[in-house]
């Protein structure tokens, strides 16, 4: 890996972009598809309410009946009989009349509002209203909440619990989900020695199950080419992640084989930390080489992995939640190169203050915990001066 | 339930605070504890990294050696050996020396630095190096990332996918952490009918799954005392939710079945929506009673169940995010109530609008959907008028 041949993070993701992924999607229950992505677009087969329907406990009445009603001079209504949710007789109201009903019952014909208990009384066969009702006040009117053909779901869209509610409103009960799934696997002999701790897979295997995604993770591979080609075999994912064996050292004997058996579409990336970032395509199958270092391998994740993933089978990326505030220490940045400065803010408002954790290290995973932000610094930038306003991306697991 | 008996929502928290929960905690592995909340503080046993080790691949050398470097003129060193992270023989280098070293490899004996591949070129046995390298340069110092008795995680703290890999990293395999269940079930002749879908259960049982909580449906229940009673007891998750059956209507059985085996802690809140939520206890058991409107359901889960649940377990809420902008329509609150208005953003920094999605309608799911951020309006206000600046906190799930 030579450091001319590096690319930069745009082009690589113009780069990456090209491949189109044949999608698999599985039916589940609106319930099981919390924290998946929707693979269709859902629409409102019918207006929600289905019709209109009392919004409180109270009486359904005129309101015109009500107009010069007030705590002194009350309207008077004759009751006849009561609704409620269940009930599904058809039942007419004449002028002066009113019918108890409960929140969420059909509101009767005849009738075009509903009064509060609160603002009424009701003594044997009679009802008085303290106080003059609008037109609709408290009624739920038909298709208010959810119209029919209204997309109440996006496809690539990631179904939360909101969706479960106005799913199951309109009576939809299951939805098809893609099923995207990563198989990850570690190489390197001091992780099969054990000298290091294979960290990194399994943050990383965490950090795209939270992000909706199968993972499966095949352990830890010696440096051997003949075993690395073996576990690039074994997995039965959609896509690949290696983690470690990407340096530009002599141990690293990933490349030699995707080299043989497929080919790079990068190798290599203009970015801090993650530089050893590099994506190619083995028997046909995207295949990811990360760093070993944690926040090295999450800078790649994030910001390529996950990038073209979100890319190749058009998933919404959530969107970034930004805070600004003054940099608390300047950070210098090799031009040509983008970084990511975890930060930690401080204060609030106008006092905010960005502090950045550590410049340097793409191993150091304190700086992961107790940083609350990334600090993006262009390919353009020598870097930023201690005092000047910056914007933070928010950090979210 | 008499309007005139609501409480208000600090007074609703500090009368349910006094409850103390026995609390179970399980055993897990580390992968499997992300998104569930820590039953112990884990502190590193050990510095990590172990040792003083190469951040780079590169040459492990002494810094002193090469303070003249340049490009015309390198300092010239003689190569001894080569370093791998699974390295374990313990190398002597001396002045003039340099050891070739993969990343994360120990630093061997004499040397402080290391000069990346790029800064040097191998001939043989001789190394060229074309710069001057600082004491430390591309080295990770024993401890920098994290000292011994370093908290890694918090009691009470939701575990994180960097979590996974600190407490990785530091040999932690498995923790502790806490099993809180919730048995949630819904009462209402209409739901059981179908006359009205029974969304709202499933909404908020995948709203507290979401929160890192165990969640168990009960399904629905009919408006009869006796059944209501055989479904709290068939609970036996720690906490009961049941939503429906909490207005002030006569439908209501599930406050008599209440009063007769346990007791309120409140019954009503003054917050808009979520005025009819209630808690007391049932067999000693916590029990929220909250609206069977989703959204009404929603602002009593976030604003008094969760809120209880966190203060009674020692639970680190999550940190909110704010953001401010011109409230694009004027709203009106109720004194005494505090309220929860839905709102969307549109635009950013000076210009961001806060459009209301819907003032009222506590059964309105299109505006969860369709909603970015909540605006709380103060008990004190009678509303905020149209132009001015607001707060409001980002909606998340």
Known sequence: MELKSFIGLDEAIRKGMKYKPRYKSER???????????????????????????????????????????????????LKGKLFPSSSE????????????????MIPNGT????????????????RVYVPVR????????????????RILGRGELVEPPHVAALLECGIEEVN???ISIGIFSTGDELVSGTVRNSTQPFIQAYFRKKGFETVGYGVVSDNEELIEKA??????????????????????LPAVIE???????????????RTTSFGFYNRKPVFMVSGLPVAALIASENVILKLICEWYKLIQETKEFRTGILARSIVNTLGFRSFVRVKTEGSGELTRVIPTR???????????????????????????EGETVRIEVLRW
Chains 1, 2 share one sequence.
């Open 232 to 253: 690039l075999n074994r997995v039965e994912e959609d896509l690949i992640i290696v983690t470690g064996g990407t340096g530009p050292g002599e141990m690293d004997l």
């Open 135 to 150: 037109k609709f006040q408290n009624v739920s009117r038909r298709g208010e909440d959810i119209r029919k053909g209204f």
């Open 359 to 385: 410049v340097t290290g793409s191993g150091v995973i304190y700086s992961l915990i107790d940083a609350d932000g990334i600090l993006v610094i262009d390919e353009n930038s020598e870097g930023i001066e």
């Open 260 to 274: 043989r058996k497929g080919r790079f579409v990068f190798r290599g990336l203009r970015i801090r930390p993650g």
């Open 90 to 105: 058809a039942l007419e109201v004449e002028k002066g009349e009113a019918v108890k009903i409960m929140t969420g019952s």
């Open 177 to 179: 989900v893609l099923s």
């Open 28 to 78: 589940v229950s609106v319930s099981a598809a919390v924290g998946r992505y929707s693979a269709e677009d859902v629409v409102s087969p019918s207006d929600f309410p289905r019709f209109d329907r009392s919004a409180m406990d109270g009486y359904a009445l005129r309101s015109e009946d009500t107009i010069s009603s007030s705590k002194t001079n009350p309207s008077i209504f004759r």
């Open 112 to 127: 075009d509002s509903v009064v509060m208990l609160e603002d009424s009384s009701e003594k044997g066969n009679e009802l």
